[in-house]
């Protein structure tokens, strides 16, 4: 029987997963997996303890009762403008869990292990660990404890290459000599190596390294699930492991880079408001917004982070509603890496109830663009920088982009001129073609409607 269930976790964890392969059905896949993970929890918690154990018992109710009610008030106080540091807390917590089964592992056993025991043992323990650090590194960035550039090292790459080496030769000889302080002196390294390895990234990239530390969350998952002989550990984290990799892939082929570039390289230029705040601009009023969105046929809108951080999406969705009610024909193109993780765009447009149907990715939108009149572009920067394909000095040329620039008229709302992430100017912001509206885009957005019911 606890092999059967252990067998139906697997089953609802991948058709769980296979739910969110489409937004139509990613709300009934997440409630599908949900319950694997309750069958799993309850399954290996009798099959560990049984019903003789009142004391662990306890203990056990009473992490479950703790930890759903702060999972509850999560998931319900946290906006969703927070969402990429809650998953990334997660990836950290996933990690830093896989890496205490390992370290209680070793110290139950005195380090004394079988040899593919004391193997998982040392990769659930390194990973995971690497996994805690650094997620919540990506955290401090996202939150803004830490700043968000990339933060040099003395030494750069070679300094973790060198620590990678030596949780490597520790964990050999925590393996092979029976040896606990060679696990812990592991253990100390991966902290660091977590902690090393973001800093150095950039928060252009940091959709891509939270998507990479759930994956390695997964896998040190996985590698416990070996460790404690539990099936339904080691396929949850495998599937993990595995859709958290193929979604990293995926998202660094959208920036053009490769992962190693993205965590070892300097990415990035360093131009600033300062650098290029006297250049001319068309700016536009509220008026102008509203005259050249209420005049045309078809509207293409581009969500950025911009629209993350002033939670305009309910905004958008009344101008979208006031456009589509003069019968011009509203659509949205969300580009991979908008936002701060895989998905950010998606998932605020659907908060305010905004047709998954009208949502176009990155190459369902790029042939519209020459046949589109206006393209309201808010809070997005480097993903719709022509640079990409005119500059090849440009760090980050032969990224895929919007083509936003193919438009008859685009309309950009933004707070300043501010360089992206990149860290580098936009030309789309000096096109003749271009009207620049400056502003909090919530309020923006409020205005140009208000403009448009007068007309």
Do not use: C
Request: charged residues 10%; negative net charge; proline residues 4%.
């Amino acid at each position: 029987m606890v092999e059967l269930a252990y067998l139906t976790a697997g089953v609802l964890f991948i058709v769980g997963l296979k739910g969110l392969t489409s937004p139509k059905t990613a709300t009934r896949g997440i409630r599908i997996a949900a319950v694997g993970m309750l069958v799993a929890m309850i399954v290996v918690t009798f099959d560990l303890l049984g019903l003789d154990a009142k004391f662990a018992w306890g203990v056990v109710i009473a992490g479950v009762v703790v930890g759903g009610a702060i999972g509850a008030v999560l998931a319900i106080r946290v906006q969703m403008t927070d969402m990429p540091q809650l998953v990334a807390a997660f990836n950290g917590f996933g990690g830093g869990a896989s890496a205490l089964v390992a370290a209680a592992t070793v110290v139950g056993a005195n380090a004394v292990l079988l040899t593919e025991t004391a193997v998982v043992t040392s990769l659930s323990l390194a990973i995971g660990t690497v996994t805690l650090t650094g997620s919540f590194v990506a955290f401090g960035k996202l939150q803004g404890i830490i700043s968000g550039r990339q933060v040099f090292i003395p030494g750069g790459a070679v300094t973790n290459g060198v620590i990678a080496a030596g949780i490597v030769a520790a964990s050999a000889v925590g393996v092979f000599a029976d040896s606990s302080m060679a696990y812990w002196v592991a253990l100390g390294l991966a902290a660091v190596l977590g902690v090393t390895t973001v800093l150095v990234v950039g928060g252009a990239d940091m959709p891509v390294v939270i998507s990479l530390l759930n994956s390695f969350s997964g896998i040190a998952a996985a590698m416990a699930g070996f460790i404690i002989g539990n099936q339904a550990l080691i396929v949850g984290g495998a599937l993990v492991g595995a859709a958290g990799m193929i979604l990293t892939i995926e998202m660094a082929t959208a920036m053009n880079r490769s992962i190693p570039s993205i965590l070892f390289a300097q990415f990035g230029g360093g131009a600033s408001a300062e650098d290029i705040g006297t250049k001319p601009v068309n700016r536009a009023t509220a008026d102008d917004a509203a005259i050249a969105l209420a005049y045309a046929e078809r509207v293409i809108i581009v969500p950025g982070y911009g629209l993350a951080v002033a939670q305009a999406q309910h905004a958008v969705k009344d101008l979208a509603n006031a456009l589509e009610e003069r019968g011009i024909e509203v659509t949205y193109a969300i580009h991979p890496v908008a936002g701060r993780m895989p998905g950010h765009m998606n998932v605020l447009l659907a908060e305010a109830d905004i047709s998954y149907d009208l949502l176009l990715d990155l190459e369902q939108a790029n042939p519209k663009f020459a046949q589109t009149d206006v393209v309201l572009v808010i809070g997005a920067n480097d993903v719709v920088n022509p640079s990409a394909k005119t500059d090849p000095t440009s760090p980050i040329y032969g990224m895929p982009i919007l083509n936003v620039d193919e438009a008859k008229t685009t309309i950009v709302v933004k707070r300043s001129l501010s360089p992206g992430f990149a860290g580098i100017d936009n030309p789309l912001f000096y096109e003749d073609t271009t009207l620049m509206f400056f502003g909090d885009a919530k309020q923006a957005l409020e205005d140009a409607l208000a403009a448009i019911n007068q007309l």
